[in-house]
Structure formats: structure tokens, C-alpha cells
């Protein structure tokens, strides 16, 4: 064997990466390599296979559809008016329901399924609900009453209330009257208007003293108080024949109705010698 023939050899031999330590790591990792892409290509198959076989023969696509026509809008109408409109637009009338509605009178389409605008098969049922009108009620009685009472029976039946005062003989903060009458059937919500005592009327006591009877007698008249007593002191002078004293005193507030006392000077003896006035 020649010796430069034998160094030719040994450089032209290269290390395998598959020999010695490193090389059996290379040989692991090729082979966890292509473990990794044989299964993704297994489980790839398989989707695409799956899904084939899904939208091909279990959920096959609908044929295309034929002529569609586009709904129109019968809110608003009668059934009659909208069963023409949708027959001529190559629909049908469907099931109707029915609801109360504030507003809305009765025998009116409030909606429709499906809606205006969407597109429908030949002879397609559209569905409709109709107006039964607001719901009524009958108004309550409830005169005399308190307020606070008689507005929690109002809300509570589903009204309104609207309150306003009034002067009158019932006992003040109770309902004297209401608009509508009581027993009135009307649309919820409405309006009930409560008429409600503020007491009974008063006046102001005038100051009469220095004035004529006769003429203090009319002024009292004109306010709707009743001179229940006229008594009699002996006065001198010019205090014969007006008035010298008075019960209630001015600037109080009476009630229509309410008694005044008065004394009257007179010359000579009198029942009384310009005594106050006994309560």
C-alpha cells in the first residue's frame, strides 16, 4: 500500500452526523420531525375529508331559491286592506294576534313578521297583530276622601291626577268633586282631574268702630258675617249711635257665616257702663 494513497483516503473520509454521540441527536430529531408531519397531514385528511362528506351528503345545500318577493308594509291597515295588499304583491295573510294599545285604534295592524322590505317565497305567510284599543277602566268614587288617599286609589288603578283647590264647607284636604264622574269608563292612562277643599270661605273682619249701626251693619252683611248682638252703652257726645267696640277684632279671619257682636253708644242708662265686651 502506497503511503500517499492511504492519506488520500483518510482526508477524503468525512464523519457521518449519524456517527458518534452528535450524530445520534441529528438522528432523533429527524425522526420526531417527521412523526410531527405525518400526523398533521393525517388529521388535515381527515377535516377535509369530514367537512367533504358533511356539506356533500348529510347537510347538502338547499337548491337555489326560485322567484322572491319583497314584503310590504301593512302597518296601519285593516285585515281586509292588508290581505288585498299582500295578495297582490304574491303573498299570503298569516296568523293574526291581537294586543291592547294606548293609541292605536281598534282593528289597526301595529306589526307585522316578517318585516317590510324582506324578501319572501311565493305564497308566503306574513304574520300580523292588531290593535284592541286602550284598555279601560272605570273611575273610582272617591269624594270625600283625603288626598293622599285618594291619589294612591287613583295611580294604583293605573290614572292620572291632576289636583286643584277649591273653597268649601267639607273639611279641608278632602275631595269634593272629580272630573270624570265616578263610574265613568275611560282609556288608561287618563287624566283625573280632583277638585279638593282648601276649608270653607273667609274674610277678613273689617275695623267698624266710629262707624254709623246702620252702616256697620252693611259692610258686615256685604262680607257674609251675621251681627248675632247689638248691645247698648251709655256714651256722651258724639260716640250716641256708632259703634264703640267690636267682636272679633279687625284683621282676623272668620268664616263666612261667622257671628259679630257690636256695642252701640246710647245717651242715658244703657245695659252696660262702657264694659268690654263678654267673650
Do not use: C
Amino acid at each position: 500500500m502506497k503511503l500517499g494513497g492511504s492519506l488520500e483516503r483518510r482526508r477524503g473520509r468525512r464523519r457521518l452526523p449519524s456517527e458518534g454521540v452528535g450524530g445520534r441527536s441529528w438522528a432523533r430529531v429527524d425522526l420526531g420531525r417527521n412523526i410531527f408531519l405525518a400526523v398533521g397531514g393525517v388529521i388535515l385528511g381527515g377535516w377535509l375529508l369530514g367537512y367533504m362528506v358533511s356539506t356533500r351528503l348529510v347537510f347538502p345545500a338547499p337548491p337555489p331559491p326560485g322567484d322572491l318577493f319583497p314584503i310590504p308594509d301593512v302597518r296601519g291597515l285593516g285585515v281586509a286592506s292588508a290581505s288585498e295588499r299582500l295578495a297582490g304583491a304574491g303573498l299570503s295573510l298569516g296568523a293574526v294576534d291581537s294586543l291592547l294599545h294606548p293609541s292605536v285604534a281598534v282593528g289597526l295592524i301595529l306589526g307585522q313578521s316578517p318585516l317590510p322590505g324582506q324578501v319572501a317565497r311565493p305564497d308566503a305567510p306574513v304574520r300580523v297583530t292588531i290593535s284592541l284599543g286602550p284598555q279601560t277602566r272605570a273611575v273610582p268614587d272617591v269624594r270625600s276622601l283625603e288626598l293622599s288617599r285618594a291619589r294612591t286609589v287613583l295611580e294604583t288603578s293605573g290614572f292620572l291626577v291632576r289636583v286643584d283647590t277649591v273653597q268649601s264647607t267639607i273639611e279641608r284636604g278632602r275631595v269634593v268633586s272629580l272630573v270624570p264622574q265616578p263610574g265613568s269608563a275611560v282609556p288608561l292612562p287618563s287624566e283625573i282631574r280632583l277638585a279638593v277643599s282648601a276649608g270653607p270661605p273667609v274674610v277678613v273682619m273689617p275695623f267698624v268702630l266710629g262707624l254709623g249701626e246702620d252702616e256697620a251693619r252693611t259692610l258686615l252683611d256685604s262680607l257674609g258675617l251675621v251681627v248675632s248682638e247689638v248691645e247698648e252703652v251709655f256714651r256722651f257726645g258724639r260716640d250716641q249711635g256708632i259703634v264703640v267696640q267690636q267682636e272679633p277684632a279687625s284683621d282676623m279671619e272668620l268664616e263666612r257665616g261667622s257671628s259679630v257682636r257690636l256695642q252701640v253708644g246710647r245717651r242715658g242708662s244703657g245695659r252696660g257702663n262702657n264694659d268690654p265686651l263678654e267673650p
